[in-house]
């Protein structure tokens, strides 16, 4: 969808190091979130943000952190990239029950 | 915590055939949404309802909140519905996050 982007589409990186994904979006929507999709664990919540400089965690929060310092951007960084931080990384925005989810077009991270 | 069961959790169908897939969940809640994932894809909400039913071309979700169970419809399968569909549910108190069942896999032949 053109109002959310991800940024990068797919990254390697090697375990210890830190990574950023960006995630972007044009629709003024209040809330954002990244979830993280794995075989055998469907999708599930790391972190989501309720508006400028407010966020909380999710189910799967440990090892990563997340910031939002404007309506438009939340980052998700992964201080020290580990193997099991290996997955597919989804960001999202929604705004009311009236306007639903919008899913971003998702991160494939390796981590070796 | 809200449960989101699925079912069935693979569907092999015949192109044309009618298909259901029906999803339940445990606690009230604010929408009920489906979604859908192409192998290797990414996520495209089909549906939010709170309530009744949605119909988008040969898609048609429904939603019975006292029994707390929806179902998604499609219509005159093809195989390029040939995808994951994910039911999830929402509540605007908890910041609107998503709890997910486990997805249901659809095949369909030609």
């Known amino acids: 969808d053109a109002g959310i982007t991800q940024s990068p589409r797919h990254k390697v990186t090697e375990t210890g190091t830190p990574v950023t994904l960006r995630c972007h979006q044009t629709?003024?929507?209040?809330?954002m979130y990244w979830y993280r999709q794995d075989p055998g664990h469907g999708l599930r919540l790391i972190h989501y943000s309720y508006g400028v400089k407010d966020t909380d965690k999710g189910e799967v929060s440990d090892g990563y952190s997340v910031s939002r310092s404007k309506t438009e951007d939340f980052l998700l960084t992964l201080e020290s990239a580990t193997s099991s931080q290996t997955s597919v990384y989804f960001c999202?925005?929604?705004?009311?029950?009236?306007?639903?989810?919008?899913f971003g077009s998702g991160t494939r991270l390796t981590v070796v | 915590k809200n449960e989101v069961e699925q079912s069935p959790q693979n569907l092999t169908a015949q192109e044309g055939e009618f298909i259901t897939i029906n999803c339940s969940y445990s606690?009230?809640?604010?929408?009920l949404h489906w979604l859908q994932q192409h192998p290797g894809g990414g996520i495209v909400s089909l549906f939010m309802l709170s309530s009744g039913k949605k119909k988008h071309g040969r898609l048609i979700a429904t939603i019975n909140i006292q029994e707390k169970h929806s179902s998604l419809h499609i219509t005159a399968s093809h195989p390029r519905d040939s995808a994951v569909y994910i039911c999830a549910v929402s509540y605007m108190e908890y910041g609107n996050k998503l709890v997910f069942g486990a997805g249901t896999i659809l095949r369909v032949k030609s």
């Open positions: 629709e003024n929507h209040r809330y």
């Open positions: 999202a925005i929604s705004d009311s029950v009236v306007y639903g989810y919008t």
């Open positions: 606690v009230g809640i604010s929408a």
